[in-house]
């Protein structure tokens, strides 16, 4: 059985920083993008940002391109999003995500969730 168990969330200041992790089992987790996504309530999922098994490769989406650094430990099983320079519209749950493609921006390619973890960042 596949789980993503997000961990790192909670209430920062703007301008403030936060790392999530997301640890992964039942995978072979070094064969699968990671992606981060984030949502509010009544708004579509957004992309974050996801990062390859292919070779790496790292790509966000505009709204948090020079903030947001994603990275992953495939000895660990550990994907991490680090948050900086965190404004109030981050405010999101954010949710990691396992996709087999290795290049996906769409929520409809990840294969597998977590439960998701709540970012609030205060004005």
């Known amino acids: 059985q596949v789980q993503l168990v997000e961990s790192g969330g909670g209430l920062v200041q703007a301008g403030g920083s936060l790392r999530l992790s997301c640890a992964a089992s039942g995978l072979t987790f070094g064969t699968y993008t990671m992606g981060w996504f984030r949502q509010n309530p009544g708004n579509e999922r957004e992309f974050v940002t996801a990062?390859?098994?292919?070779?790496?490769?790292?790509y966000s989406g505009d709204a948090v391109k020079g903030r947001f650094t994603i990275s992953r430990d495939n000895a660990k099983n550990t994907v991490y999003l680090q948050m900086n320079s965190l404004k109030p519209e981050d405010t999101a749950v954010y949710y990691c995500a396992a996709s087999s493609y290795w290049y996906s921006v769409y929520d409809r390619e990840y294969n597998y969730w977590g439960q998701g973890t709540q970012v609030t960042v205060s004005s």
């Open positions: 990062i390859s098994w292919k070779s790496g490769l790292t």
